[in-house]
Each structure stands twice: as structure tokens, then as C-alpha cells.
């Protein structure tokens, strides 16, 4: 009889089980870590995607804010360029007339400047004490601020006596005006370095919103100036209804702290809380050279990041071609408005110019305005082979007028007489006043000396008329002297000068000779007994 089996049969029985199982261990263990793998894989390749999607959404972001920012300090760079060489130039103009002796004349050459600037709220001359001498905003006879007495605006201008040249301050609530205004001012030093005046133009709040307004930004892109000392110069959009609190102090955001740890950083980005916004924003910034300001272009995070969520598939080439286009709309409107600056810039500085060269008063060429003149009509007199008239005309006794009438009448004497003047000559001709009651007469093309009688006659005409002041009637009585190119003299201040002594002669004549109004110049007449002759005490022949 054999053994019983059964125990061996269960011992392969549980052996094949075993090799099943751990046959079926590698497999499954495969096959959840193929699961798991890919399931970690999807999500470092999704992040890995979405990392690199996000940082070329942030740099090509980044990109399109620096170029929209560089274009604004462009821009603002050549605007601020313009307003300091128009402000050197009417405080250069200003120093002439020395304004803190004569306030009148310095308000009506402040006024002329604000008429051609339409950007400027005010014009104002202070003195280094802080007293303001004229302004624009002050109507006539009322008292002039002293700017020493306000807290709020005296350290900010008292920073500007120190600093020669174009000097920006943060912006301010106008005394002098009720609307928030930033002030561009020049300070004039005078002998030993010490501040002259300072003349200073605060321009309206909204005139550098004008710059943002013309572009098309995006929404919630926000644009603006920034001082290095944290006030905001100017911004769009502002904030709904803090206006004030957006002005009226020193930001402390991101931007603010950056510039402080980085005072020389000439461009960057920036993300962190701002707090003109109150909240987390992505931006920009690129300093404007020359001057102690900064422009940047920030958005909210938020909008951000659904922006970068939205677009993620994005085909990159459409991006470059709204990034493109936008970019280029941005460059265009900003050149626009360029091109417009530079035509009111040189409007301003022909005004400016004609202020140098023209009297105030009856519009006529002045002195400085008379010598080109005269220098180009020798030139054509030689060229041409013509003689040239230069006549030298005064009223006589004016100060008598002055002293019986008043200056107000003399006044309107001068303006009337250049007025016949003007329309009696012909319109080669020219009239210059050189000062006071002192005229010059330049008649050009004549052959010879007798073709100046009938331009005589006809000025003796126009001059016999009655001359009027509110409304009394006044006698005005002439002389004339007449100087010949190249006859008498063959250079500008001889012909005047000799002009000038032919002019004596005809004073001396007799109270009813009306004959001897005119005299020709003869080298027998002497020197003018005003001015002594030239200035070194010698004659001029």
C-alpha cells in the first residue's frame, strides 16, 4: 500500500498560487506607476507649460509696457525740453526790463506769454523773499501774495531759488487759482550766485493727462509721471474721486521704494502693492533724462493673470501683431503729438522773438530789430547801385506834451504818428522806433536826391493833420534829418548818427519856418548836443 498524496498535492497546490501572485505583483505595480507617472508628468508638463507660457506672457507684457512707456518719456522729454528753453527764454527777456523796478512791464510781458501758451494756468515773478512782483492771476490793483507766509508752497520754491535753470515742482492746490496745477519754474541768478527772481509758469493738472489721453490703452493700464521723491506729476486714469489724495502726498508703493533703493536705475519693471491703486499691480518704469522724473505704465495682477489664463493657447504670432500694431497706433499718436508741440513751441518762440525786436508800444521795428534791417537794405543799395534815405525824425518839445497832457496822450501821439508814418510810405520802406519820441525812416531804390521831395511832401501832409487824445486836440511839430547811403556815410551807425545831427539842425530852425522841417546832412553840422557826439567824446566823421 502506497503513502496517502494528499499533503503533496496541496504543497504544489500552494506553491502555483504563490507563483501567480507574485507573477501578477510586477505587473500591477507597473502598471498604477505608469498611471501615476503620467499623471505627475501631465502636471510638471502642465506647470512646466504654464511656467514658460506665463514668463513669455510676462516678458512680451513687459516689452509692450517699456515701449509705451519709453514713447511717453520720449515724448515728455521734448515737451519738458520745450517748456524750459520757452521759460529760459522769457526769463531771459524778463531780466532785460529788470522786472523788480518795473512790475508793470514785466505782468504785460508775463500776460503776452500766457496768451500764446495756452497750456499755462499762470505766470507769476517772485522775489527770493518769496513775494510774488506780478502775476497773471492777480487782476490789476489787487494785493500780490507773499508765498513766504504758506507752508505748502514756500519749501517748494524755496528748493527752486537754490536750483538755477528749470526746476519741476510736486503738484499743488493753487492759491491764485482753484485747480491742482504742477509749477515749472526758472530761477535768474544775479552778481555773486545769489537767486535774482524766479519767474514760474504752473501748468494745469490735466495737461499732462492731455499726453495719455491720445493713446489707446487697454483696460486697466494705467499711465503716468512719477517725481523721485514719490508725488505723482500726473496719471490716467485717476482714481475715482482721490484727485487730493493722489497729489497731495508721497506715494509709498512699490514703484517709490524701488527708485529709493535704486537711484540711478535708468529703466525696470516692478510688481508689489501700489498704493495710489491700493492694490497688486505688474509694471514699468523708464527715467526721463534730464530730469528727476520717471514715466510708468502698470495693471492690476488680476486682470493679468485671467489675461494670460484666457490667452494661453494663443497663436504667439496674432500676439505679435496686436503687440505690433498696438505698439506702432502708440508711436504714431505720440508723434502727432510731437509734431503739434514743436509748431506751438515755434509759435511761442516767434512771439518771443518779435517781443525782442519790436516796440511794444507801436508795434515798429526797435533798435535791435532796425540794425538787420538796415544792414540789408545797404547791401541791396550797393548791389543795386541806389540810394538809400536814412531819415532820423523826432517830435519837438515831447516832454512838454508829456508834462500838459499827460504820458497817457503821448502815448497815444506816438502810436498815431507811426501810424501815418507807416501808411505814408511805401511798403518797401520801414519805420523803426529807436526809443522815446525818436524815429528812423528807411526809403530804399531812390536815383538821386531830388526823388526824395515828393515822399517830403507827402509826409509833410500826413504830419500837418491834427493829432488827437480823449479827445482834445494836440499841436505836434516835427524834425527831420536825412542821411544819404553811400553819399554821407557807408555803414549803419554813421548813417544814423549823421541822421541824427541832420535832425538837430532842423530844431533850430524858426518857430514859422515850415520849409526847414527837413535838413540834409552836411559835414559842417555838429554833433548832437544830447549825446555829445560819439561815445568816446570824438566826432564821428
Known amino acids: 500500500m502506497g503513502r496517502p498524496r ?51 506672457y510676462e516678458k512680451t507684457g513687459i516689452d509692450r509696457l517699456m515701449l509705451t512707456t519709453s514713447l511717453i518719456a520720449i515724448a515728455t522729454h521734448d515737451d519738458l525740453d520745450r517748456e524750459a528753453s520757452s521759460l529760459r527764454f522769457l526769463a531771459h527777456h524778463l531780466a532785460k526790463i529788470h522786472p523788480l523796478r518795473h512790475p508793470a512791464r514785466a505782468r504785460r510781458l508775463l500776460s503776452e506769454y500766457q496768451k500764446v501758451s495756452p497750456e499755462v494756468a499762470s505766470a507769476e515773478l517772485i522775489a527770493p523773499d518769496g513775494q510774488v512782483i506780478a502775476s497773471t492771476a492777480v487782476p490789476k490793483g489787487q494785493p500780490l501774495p507773499d508765498f513766504r507766509q504758506d507752508a505748502q508752497i514756500w519749501p517748494s520754491l524755496e528748493r527752486a531759488l537754490a536750483h538755477p535753470g528749470l526746476y519741476i515742482q510736486r503738484p499743488i492746490h ?18 555773486g550766485g545769489r537767486a535774482h527772481f524766479l519767474v514760474t509758469t504752473p501748468i494745469r493738472f490735466g495737461n499732462f493727462e492731455d499726453l495719455f489721453a491720445r493713446l489707446t490703452l487697454p483696460s486697466g493700464l494705467a499711465v503716468g509721471i512719477l517725481r523721485s521723491d514719490g508725488y505723482i506729476e500726473g496719471r490716467t486714469p485717476v482714481p475715482r474721486g482721490q484727485l487730493a489724495a493722489l497729489l ?11 527708485l529709493k533703493r535704486h537711484p540711478h536705475a535708468a529703466r525696470g519693471a516692478f510688481s508689489g502693492w ?19 522724473l520717471v514715466a510708468f505704465a502698470d495693471v492690476p495682477r488680476a486682470l493679468w493673470v485671467a489675461q494670460w489664463w484666457h490667452r494661453q493657447v494663443e497663436i504667439p504670432l496674432i500676439f505679435l501683431i496686436v503687440a505690433l500694431t498696438f505698439s506702432g497706433y502708440a508711436y504714431r499718436q505720440v508723434q502727432a503729438l510731437a509734431v503739434r508741440w514743436e509748431v506751438e513751441a515755434a509759435r511761442r518762440a516767434d512771439f518771443l522773438e518779435n517781443l525782442a525786436t519790436h516796440d511794444p508800444l507801436t508795434g515798429l521795428l526797435n533798435r535791435k530789430g532796425l540794425y538787420p534791417v538796415l544792414q540789408r537794405a545797404i547791401a541791396r543799395a550797393e548791389r543795386e547801385g541806389r540810394l538809400l534815405v536814412v531819415g532820423f525824425l523826432d517830435i519837438d518839445d515831447f516832454k512838454g506834451i508829456n508834462d500838459r497832457y499827460g504820458h497817457a496822450a503821448g502815448d497815444a501821439v506816438l502810436k498815431t504818428l507811426a501810424r501815418r508814418l507807416e501808411r505814408t510810405l511805401r511798403g518797401t520802406d520801414r519805420v523803426a522806433r529807436l526809443g522815446g519820441d525818436e524815429f528812423v525812416l528807411l526809403i530804399e531804390g531812390l536815383r538821386q536826391k531830388a526823388d526824395l521831395a515828393p515822399v517830403v511832401t507827402h509826409l509833410k501832409a500826413a504830419l500837418d493833420g491834427p493829432f488827437y487824445a480823449d479827445p482834445r486836440e494836440i499841436a505836434v ?13 557807408l555803414d549803419a551807425e554813421r548813417l544814423i548818427s549823421r541822421a541824427d545831427r541832420a535832425m538837430y539842425a532842423a530844431k533850430e ?29 570824438r566826432s564821428d566823421d
Open 174 to 191: 493753487g492759491l491764485l487759482a482753484d485747480h491742482w496745477v504742477i509749477g515749472f519754474s526758472d530761477t535768474v541768478m544775479g552778481l
Open 274 to 292: 501700489v498704493s495710489s491703486d491700493r492694490e497688486y499691480r505688474y509694471g514699468v518704469f523708464v527715467r526721463i533724462a534730464d530730469y528727476p
Open 6 to 56: 494528499g499533503p503533496k498535492g496541496a504543497s504544489q497546490g500552494w506553491r502555483s498560487a504563490w507563483r501567480q501572485r507574485f507573477r501578477a505583483v510586477p505587473y500591477r505595480y507597473a502598471l498604477m506607476a505608469a498611471y501615476w507617472f503620467a499623471v505627475v508628468a501631465t502636471v510638471l508638463f502642465s506647470a512646466l507649460y504654464g511656467w514658460h507660457s506665463w514668463r513669455r
Open 509 to 537: 530852425r524858426a518857430a514859422n519856418d515850415e520849409r526847414g522841417w527837413v535838413r540834409f546832412y552836411t559835414h559842417d553840422m555838429p554833433a548832437d548836443p544830447d549825446a555829445g557826439g560819439r561815445p568816446d567824446g
Open 477 to 489: 511839430r516835427v524834425s527831420l534829418g536825412v542821411a544819404f547811403f553811400p553819399l554821407d556815410a
Open 248 to 258: 497731495d502726498r508721497s506715494q509709498t508703493g512699490i514703484l517709490t521704494k524701488i
